[in-house]
């Protein structure tokens, strides 16, 4: 079982309506937990990063953990045609200097 | 100018062909990352460094090897190249082990 899985979508929603996306994993351990965007042929940068339960905001962009259920996700509000991309979900472990990487989630956000 | 830069962007080389892959930073972060990706496999970690002293192996490391020339600077060297190693590249740097931050890429394509 990969750690970190992802749907790899294609998720498709609206210009102005909410992109949910969404990420399990399978190591408890983990204490670290990042979004990354990455446009087609582009390389991947962060936009969120979360380390507690609960919500995190910024922005347009909320990061949900819940430790118990073993998921997080990511919601994009009043999505905009340029956020169109794929979205990586990977968490990090106490300790450990890796990330692992989900395949990523391709959202399309139509005008 | 950018804070990580990989050369070459692009490379055709052909099966058996030694090829080295180079990543500098203007950062200075210590610890740096090698990644490849693959459509429908995501990033996986070739290699990574905590300091000039300290290589590790990564997840799949095998036919790879790695210098670590200086803190700015971190190649990847495919020693006799197979096809299956044809993937785009990616180097990454990190103050600490959450924040990684990527570099452009490079395609690598083997004959």
């Known amino acids: 079982q990969k750690e970190v899985e992802q749907n790899s979508g294609p998720l498709s929603v609206p210009e102005g309506a909410i992109a949910s996306l969404n990420c399990t994993y399978s190591?408890?351990?983990?204490?670290?937990f990042f979004w990354y965007r990455q446009y087609s042929g582009k390389s991947p940068e962060l936009i969120m990063f979360?380390?507690?339960?609960g919500d995190k905001e910024d922005g347009r962009f909320t990061a949900q953990l819940n430790k118990a259920s073993q998921y997080v996700s990511l919601l994009i509000r009043d999505s905009q045609p340029s956020d169109s991309a794929t979205y990586l979900c990977?968490?990090?472990?106490?300790?450990?200097?890796?990330?692992?990487f989900g395949k990523g989630t391709k959202l399309t956000v139509n005008p | 100018d950018a804070d990580v830069t990989q050369t070459p962007r692009n490379r055709i080389t052909k099966t058996g062909k030694r090829i080295m892959l180079e990543c500098s930073q203007t950062?200075?972060?210590?610890?740096m990352y090698w990644y490849r990706q693959d459509p429908g496999l995501g990033l996986r970690l070739i290699y990574y460094?905590?300091?000039?002293?300290?290589?590790n192996k990564g997840e799949i490391s095998d036919g790879y090897s790695v210098s670590r020339q200086a803190q700015a600077k971190f190649s990847l060297s495919l020693e006799s190249a197979i096809p299956n190693q044809t993937a785009l590249y990616f180097c990454?740097?990190?103050?600490?082990?959450?924040?990684?931050?990527f570099g452009p890429g490079t395609r690598l394509t083997v004959l």
């Open positions: 950062k200075g972060h210590d610890r």
């Open positions: 460094s905590f300091d000039v002293k300290d290589i």
């Open positions: 979360i380390y507690s339960n």
């Open positions: 190591d408890r351990g983990s204490q670290s």
């Open positions: 990977a968490r990090g472990q106490g300790g450990s200097e890796k990330l692992v």
């Open positions: 990454a740097t990190s103050r600490t082990y959450n924040e990684q931050f």
